[in-house]
Structures are given as structure tokens and as C-alpha cells.
């Protein structure tokens, strides 16, 4: 089967070939059943971890990559460290990022990591078509659901990518410690990096950081400024992500 390129360059042709990334069975039996109704893409792998991932990069072809941010971890380490490699090493793969997160800290890190498209998992099934639609025009999709949490933002100053992977794996139940030995840092620096981003985000303390890890009365003050309405939002937050003008 045709590889593709160190540089992400995939054969073009009628049938675009989709790499699905996903470790949860259902989300993964939705996802195919729906592009196998729609003309034109085909899934042609499925891999549920990111070693795995990593090798159908390697020998299968692909046109479109549709990835879980939070898959179980192996060699890459978190959902942006292994967004990032795909995107250094397939820079013309279309990427599409599927998440449960509604954090926006976290949810603005996904976008400037230079994904094609971001879907929570409470979107319709039908925004997957258009970001995977997109590929052939070079239009970028946030989907609904994103938007509407991206509102709750943005930050005056954004924790820092491996705040934001702190904070995230925090909210997810991970104890400092085990966040430590995952990204293989000391428990001081992990806690460090907890407090640096609760403080930029203007939290308080773990509950008012539990509420607005779940969009429930977020608090809006000096760290918070308005957001655009989410047409402008898309254009805005994909425009800086990508460096275009």
C-alpha cells in the first residue's frame, strides 16, 4: 500500500483515504458509518492508540486525519505533543480534532496547533462533512459546540501548551503526581505549572476551576475580554493559528 510522505504529501485521487484515530468503539462505529454514506471518502485504518497512529502514518495512505486529543498515551505523551508531531511530519495532512473537552485554554492550544478542523463530541454528526468537506477547498471548521465554548474566552495572557496539558490532565482526575511521572517532570514544576495557568485564567482555587472545566459560571473579570461572535471567531482564531493574513 502507498506510503505517505515524510514531507505529507498523499496521492491524490477521486476517493479521499481517511485515517480514523479513536479509542472509543462507539464514536468510532458512528464516525465510519457515516463516511461510509458519503461519497468520496473512504476509511481505509482505524488505530486506537498513538503508537499505532504513528505507524499507519509510516505505510498507509491518507489524505484526512480524523484524531481523538485524548487517546491512550505510549511514546507521545499528550493529545498536543502528538498533534504537534503529525503536524511537523505530515504538514499537508488534513487534520480534524475530535474532543470531550470544553476547557477553552485548552481548546485555543488545539486550534494553534494548526488542526484543519475542531469538533467536540456533542457536535452533530453532520459538521463532521463539512470539516472533512473542507479538505478539497482548504476551508478550515470549528464546530458549533466549539464556538460556543470559545465564547466563554479568550484570555488576556493563554497558559503556556504544557500548562494548558497540566491543567487538563487535572481536570481529567490525574493527581499531581501521576501527572508528574506521565510527563515525566518533578511534582514541583507539575505544580507550578497548575497554579502559573489557574492564575492567568484568573481561578481562584479547584472548584472554581472544576465549574469552568464545565462551562458552569466562569468567572469573567480583568483576565477575561469580550470574544467576537463565532463566525468572526472562526476566521480570527484560524487566521493566527495558521500565520495567514
Request: glycine content about 8%; some cysteine.
Amino acid at each position: 500500500m502507498p506510503r505517505v510522505a515524510a514531507t505529507g504529501t498523499c496521492s491524490y485521487k477521486t476517493m479521499r483515504q481517511i485515517i480514523l484515530a479513536d479509542h472509543h468503539p462507539i464514536i468510532v462505529a458512528g464516525v465510519r458509518s457515516y463516511i461510509e454514506r458519503s461519497p468520496g471518502f473512504n476509511i481505509t485504518a482505524t488505530v486506537a492508540t498513538t503508537d499505532q497512529l504513528v505507524a499507519r502514518l509510516t505505510d498507509t495512505q491518507c489524505d484526512i486525519l480524523i484524531m481523538d486529543f485524548s487517546m491512550p498515551i505510549s511514546r507521545i505523551c499528550d493529545g498536543l505533543t502528538l498533534l504537534s508531531y503529525v503536524k511537523r511530519h505530515y504538514p499537508a495532512l488534513w487534520v480534524i480534532v475530535f474532543t470531550m473537552n470544553a476547557m477553552p485554554a485548552v481548546l485555543y492550544q488545539i486550534i494553534k496547533g494548526g488542526v484543519n478542523g475542531l469538533l467536540h463530541v456533542s457536535d452533530e454528526m453532520a459538521e463532521l462533512g463539512h470539516a472533512i468537506q473542507g479538505e478539497g477547498q482548504n476551508a478550515h471548521y470549528i464546530g458549533t459546540s466549539i464556538r460556543n465554548m470559545l465564547r466563554a474566552g479568550p484570555l488576556v495572557k493563554m497558559p503556556t501548551p504544557r500548562e494548558t496539558e497540566v491543567l487538563r490532565l487535572y481536570v481529567e482526575g490525574l493527581t499531581l503526581h501521576e501527572i508528574a511521572k506521565r510527563l515525566n517532570k518533578s511534582v514541583k514544576t507539575v505544580g507550578l505549572q497548575k497554579t502559573s495557568a489557574m492564575k492567568k485564567m484568573g481561578l481562584q482555587n479547584d472548584i472554581e476551576l472544576g465549574r469552568y472545566a464545565r462551562g458552569i459560571d466562569a468567572p469573567l473579570g480583568e483576565h477575561f475580554v469580550a470574544v467576537p461572535e463565532p463566525k468572526m471567531l472562526t476566521l480570527s482564531v484560524l487566521a493566527h493559528a495558521t500565520g495567514s493574513s
